[in-house]
């Protein structure tokens, strides 16, 4: 049994909760009632749930007759519909506090998603195309080398999580921050898509949907100018 | 209780999506021996992916549908070749019209499993070879196989070649 992809999903969490510990220390949606760690959980779980199976039903396995398959993680992962469902997730658990509930997990979703493809260290899958560039790596046994474009993505991921924590200090509109993260996470993809080897290409489509969703999210929270950054820490009397 | 109707609808939806494959247009798996593979692969003059697998197996299932799209993605520079191991013959047949229908895989039969011994693999399936136009193995992949691993190893393997 691998169980290379669980340990990678273990770094995406303990990045998000990382993320959202420390945002919390900052005055994070001081005035949430939800568990913000428990949003996330349930929606990547939800997310990877539907996931798998819409990609099940596509390639011809049905999952009621073949219902183990559904563990199966490795046999494949519809993208898309996994992210619009953990999305899904995430608004139902939030319901009168989408807003303030996406922007308060905006950051660490980015973090998981970098922690996500750290993860491709301990699965021994971080390489692409290959390249001649001085930081090309190669495969165990191969004298071929090629971009760690994995690497490259858990770069973009963890630094725009970074940035956004820090513009999030600053007052800026409502749901700007989940716009950005949802913008951002479609890019850093779809930028990186290329040198990621694949059958198809990759769902482009579905990260550029992503990008004009969040660039549609972003004019709404400007359009409405109200602010929802986190309130600084009070020190301790 | 809302959910009640629609979701059986869903269950009955999704149960009614198996099918009955008909096995008539499946000829019957060859039995190889290591030779004949390994003569196979030398006189086809290109890389091949050897996949084993067995109608038995839940993990083969999942990643059928890749390797039979890989098939079709790799056909001018690879070879595939499935060897269904331990199996009946009307079931691998079944297996094979279900998610092999149009993929450009050869399937031939290794019963007892000793065409994979030979070439290093293990008793656990599915099971990957891929193996250089020499017929030499350049790697083996243990368990279900996903798109990023069979599209490089696949790359590996052709610019090592250099076919």
């Given amino acids: 049994m691998e169980f290379t992809l669980l340990l990678a999903a273990a770094m995406a969490f303990a990045a998000a909760v990382v ?12 005035d949430c009632t939800r568990d913000l760690g428990e949003i996330l959980l349930t929606a990547s ?43 899904v997730t995430v608004a139902w658990a939030a319901r009168d506090e989408i807003v303030v509930v996406a922007d308060a997990t905006a950051v660490a ?11 491709c260290l301990p699965r021994e899958a971080c390489l692409g195309s290959p390249t001649d560039l001085p930081w090309a790596m190669t495969q165990p046994g191969s004298t071929i080398g090629r971009h760690p474009v994995e690497l490259y993505a858990a770069a973009i991921f963890l630094l725009a999580a970074a940035t956004l924590a820090v513009a999030r200090r600053r007052r800026i509109p409502a749901g700007l921050a989940a716009a950005t993260a949802l913008i951002v996470a479609a890019a850093g993809r779809l930028l990186t898509e290329p040198l990621r ?41 | 209780m809302k959910l009640r109707r629609p979701l059986v609808a869903l269950v009955l939806v999704i149960a009614a999506c198996g099918t009955n494959v008909d096995t008539s247009s499946i000829p019957d798996l060859a039995e190889v021996s290591t030779d004949d593979i390994i003569a196979s692969i030398r006189q086809a003059g290109r890389p091949a992916v ?13 990643e059928a549908p890749l390797l039979a799209a890989a098939s079709s993605e790799y056909r001018n520079i690879v070879e595939f070749i499935g060897l269904n191991v331990r199996d009946s013959p009307e079931n691998a047949k079944g297996f094979i019209a279900e998610f092999f229908g149009d993929a450009a895989i050869r399937h031939v039969a290794d019963s007892d499993g000793s065409v994979v011994a030979d070439l290093g693999g293990a008793t656990g399936v599915p099971l990957t070879f891929f193996v250089n136009s020499d017929a030499s193995v350049a790697k083996i992949h243990f368990g ?16 090592a070649d250099g076919t």
């Fill in chain 1, 19 to 30: 993320a959202l510990r420390w945002e919390a220390a900052r005055g994070n949606a001081a």
């Fill in chain 1, 45 to 87: 779980v939800v997310g990877l749930f539907v996931g798998r199976l819409v990609a099940m039903v596509g390639s011809g396995v049905n999952p009621l007759t073949s219902p183990m398959d559904i563990l199966i993680v490795r046999g494949g992962v519809a993208t898309g519909p996994a992210v619009l469902a953990a999305m």
């Fill in chain 1, 109 to 119: 979703a980015l973090a998981a998603l970098g922690g996500w493809h750290l993860g």
């Fill in chain 1, 197 to 237: 080897p694949s059958l198809g290409g990759g769902p482009v489509w579905w990260y550029i949907a992503g990008i004009v969703a969040g660039i549609g999210a972003a004019a709404w929270a400007l359009s409405r100018q109200s602010v929802s950054s986190p309130s600084p820490a009070r020190p301790e009397p």
């Fill in chain 2, 50 to 62: 050897v996949n084993v697998w067995a109608s038995w197996c839940g993990p083969c299932r999942s």
């Fill in chain 2, 144 to 159: 279900v196989i996903d798109e990023r691993t069979l599209a490089l190893e696949v790359d590996e393997l052709v610019r």
